[in-house]
């Protein structure tokens, strides 16, 4: 079992629309969630970084941490197409030592 | 504050030959790691240096290797060339342990 799985899509949502990132996680250590976006030909970018449970908000994109259930969620509202891009879950583990990352999800906004 | 570089952008090797990666972190930051990016695998972890000292180690064999100068600047080297080393290889940064990581561009390697 990967120490966190990611359903790679691609996922294609009409502009506006509200779209929902998932990833699962394996080992109850883990602290530190991230997500990360990618456009193409680039290095991933990190988006939003939260630490155990609860939820982080930052403009348009919330992250979300269910520890109980190891589930962690990024929503973008209002997307945009500039949103078009892989986004890649991270978590770390309790004592600091690898960042695991899922596979990525593509997500394409149409206009 | 100038991001994570790293040099080349691009390269084009032949099996069999060798390759060497540089990576100049982000100014402060001690850890370094890392990862090879492949569309069938994702990204996966190679290693990770934290003041000169390889701190973690993924599951690659011997051909990868890596060092951290005293600058904090890392290279990253993979000996004997195989096809299957074609990737983007990314090198990340990050202040501490427990911090998020900032990646640069990558190296686009191609093996032929």
């Known amino acids: 079992q990967k120490e966190v799985e990611q359903d790679p899509g691609p996922l294609s949502v009409p502009e506006g629309a509200i779209v929902s990132l998932n990833c699962t996680y394996s080992n109850s250590a883990f602290q530190y969630f991230m997500w990360y976006r990618q456009y193409s030909r680039k290095g991933p970018e990190l988006l939003m970084y939260?630490?155990?449970?609860g939820n982080k908000e930052d403009g348009r994109f919330t992250a979300q941490v269910d520890k109980s259930s190891k589930y962690i969620s990024l929503f973008i509202r209002d997307s945009q197409p500039s949103d078009s891009a892989t986004y890649l879950c991270a978590t770390l583990d309790g004592a600091g030592n690898q960042f695991y990352f899922g596979t990525g999800t593509s997500l394409t906004v149409i206009p | 504050k100038a991001g994570v570089t790293q040099t080349p952008r691009y390269l084009i090797k032949t099996r069999g030959q060798q390759v060497t990666l540089s990576c100049s972190p982000i100014s402060g930051h001690r850890s370094v790691s890392w990862y090879q990016q492949t569309p069938g695998q994702g990204l996966q972890f190679l290693f990770e240096y934290f003041s000169e000292t390889q701190r973690n180690k993924g599951n690659f064999p011997g051909r990868f290797s890596g060092r951290q100068f005293s600058n904090s600047r890392s290279e990253m080297n993979v000996s004997t060339l195989e096809l299957g080393d074609s990737a983007l290889y990314l090198c990340?940064?990050?202040?501490?342990?427990?911090?998020?990581?900032?990646f640069g561009p990558g190296t686009r390697l191609t093996v032929l």
């Open positions: 939260t630490y155990s449970s």
């Open positions: 990340a940064s990050s202040l501490d342990s427990a911090g998020g990581q900032f």
